[in-house]
Every structure is written in C-alpha cells, then in structure tokens.
C-alpha cells in the first residue's frame, strides 16, 4: 500500500521499519520538529526523523495542521492509507478523511481500557494483569475510534514502563503489518463506553513514594515510573530515584530499611528495591549503592 507514517518516539520506530520491511510504500513520515537538547541546546531529531532520514524517506514536520498548505500537501501524497503511532498532534478531521481508507492509530492498550497520554504507566500502576495492542480506525475523539485488531501480552510481575514499553513497540509493529494484509476482512468493532478508563499524563506530584501506603501499591509506583518520571524518596536530604522493586518479606516502621540488601518496610509489607540512581549519577544496583551510601538497617527513607 502506499501510506503516510506518523509518529515520533522511539516506540515508533519499529512500526516504521515493519512497514518498510514488508514492502509498503512511504510517501512520507511526518513527525514533531527537532527540539533543543543536551548542554547547548541544540535542534536535535526526533528518533522517527532520525530513522526515516537513514532509510532515505520523505520527511516532514508542520508545527499544526491549521495551515492550508499543510492540509494541501498531506492530501497531494494520494495515499491509501496513513499509520499513526504517538505522533504528539491531535489531528483535524481534513487530515482523517484524506488518505483513500483514512488513518489507523497503534495504541499500546487494549481499547477502550487506558485511553489517552500514558496508557503503559498507567497499565501498571493499576496492576493490570495484561495489555497490548489496538489497531484503531482513527476519528476525531480521543482513542474513541473503532478498534480493527488486537494482540494481548501479560504484564510480568517484575515489569517496568521501560521493559513494557519495548515490548509493546514490537508487538506493535507485528501488528499493524498484520493489520495491513487482512485489511479487506478485518471488521471494525465500536468500543464498549461502559469500559472506558483515561491513562492521564504522568503528573510529577505522583512520584514521591508514601512509604504508608501497602506495599503493592509501593511497588507499582517504582515500576510504572520507571525510567520517567522515576518514583523517588529521600535519604539524609539526598533525593533518591527508584527505577525497579519486587515484594519481599519484612516488617518495620514505613521507609526503614529491614534487611539487606536493601528491603524497605511500607504501610503494609516489605518491597526490596532492585536499582536506584543519586542525583547527577548513573543507575545502580542495590547492593553497589550500600557499599557507598553508608546505609544501614534500621535507617529510614522518607
């Protein structure tokens, strides 16, 4: 098929190489506009402009779509159909409507479940036992459009967003090739308003850990902030980030430290905390960070 892709993260980036493996044509990859970055702030490429550029494709970045230029342009590409994933602007009905069978979103949730910004955080941090993919026929509410083809994959108990998030993009571009080839016999089935949960963005106030609260709800706070925004709590005024936990065994008052190598007691229940990183440092392991933080049971976090 002839087809317009439409993202710009790194989870985006393995749809756009399915698809140009499979043998479809690319008119074109839109995605964000370079954004300063690093020390000197300069423009830097967005993982899908940096991919397309490699592989030789068209690309184009309009800030908006209120342009009738813009609009003009997208509909002279004549494609048959545009494939979005993450691409950060909401699109106007012009631009659903111009592809011949119209566009087709991959959402990393199974539909109507976790609509909206962070819907592989939020999978986690409810505890969802599983998630996966929806191929969407796309329309002008937010994650509301017909959904055209699912894959599930279980949430391992040990999952963080980074993990998921990389399992997700893959099964993600398994399944819009899929999608692609039996586009003629897939059947477009409306989502269930009764089941609708939003996956709204990531609030940093949600990051610091309650050490009352149970542990399970400790423990999916580390995992399904983990790497961004990172769930964090403080050690002698030095804040600390969490990046991956599990259960465990202990019992103390909430934030203090109850066995090696590094189990905190919560409200309810213990978690151990597997990896953590200091301020202006690299990621760690526990057992590295105690050799050189000075820790001890019996300290607290708070």
Not at 167 to 180: D, H, Q, S, W
Not at 240 to 261: F, H, I, M, N, T
Request: net charge neutral.
């Amino acid at each position: 098929m002839r087809l317009i892709f439409m993202g710009t993260p790194e989870f985006s980036v393995p749809a756009l190489e399915a698809l140009v493996a499979a043998g479809h044509e690319v008119a074109a990859v839109y995605c964000q506009p370079p954004r300063p970055a690093g020390r000197g702030q300069k423009p830097r490429p967005s993982p899908v402009q940096a991919r397309a550029e490699s592989l030789g494709l068209e690309m184009r970045h309009p800030l908006n779509f209120r342009a009738e230029a813009d609009i003009a342009d997208f509909t002279a590409l004549k494609a048959d159909i545009a494939v979005v994933v993450a691409y950060g602007l909401i699109l106007p009905q012009r631009i659903l409507d111009a592809p011949r069978r119209g566009c087709l979103n991959i959402h990393a949730s199974l539909l109507p479940r976790w609509r909206g910004a962070a819907p592989i955080h939020r999978a986690i941090l409810a505890g969802d036992a599983q998630t996966g993919i929806s191929i969407m026929q796309m329309e002008a509410g937010l994650d509301t459009g017909p959904v055209l083809h699912v894959r599930q994959t279980a949430i391992a108990p040990d999952e963080t967003t980074a993990s998921l998030h990389d399992r997700l993009a893959g099964i993600g571009a398994e399944a819009i090739v899929e999608a692609l080839a039996r586009l003629d016999d897939l059947v477009a089935v409306p989502q269930g308003e009764a089941d609708v949960t939003y996956a709204a963005k990531i609030d940093k106030a949600e990051a610091r850990v309650d050490w009352t609260q149970p542990a399970v709800g400790v423990d999916r706070l580390i995992r399904g902030l983990s790497p961004f925004p990172g769930a964090w709590c403080v050690l002698n005024g030095e804040r600390l980030k969490l990046l991956a936990s599990r259960l465990a065994d202990g019992q103390g008052a909430p934030g203090e430290v109850v066995a090696a190598p590094l189990v905190v007691a919560c409200g309810e229940g213990s978690v151990e905390i597997l990896k953590l990183q200091r301020a202006g440092k690299g990621a760690m392991e526990a057992g590295a960070f105690l050799r050189g933080s000075g820790l001890t049971i019996g300290d607290r976090l708070r």
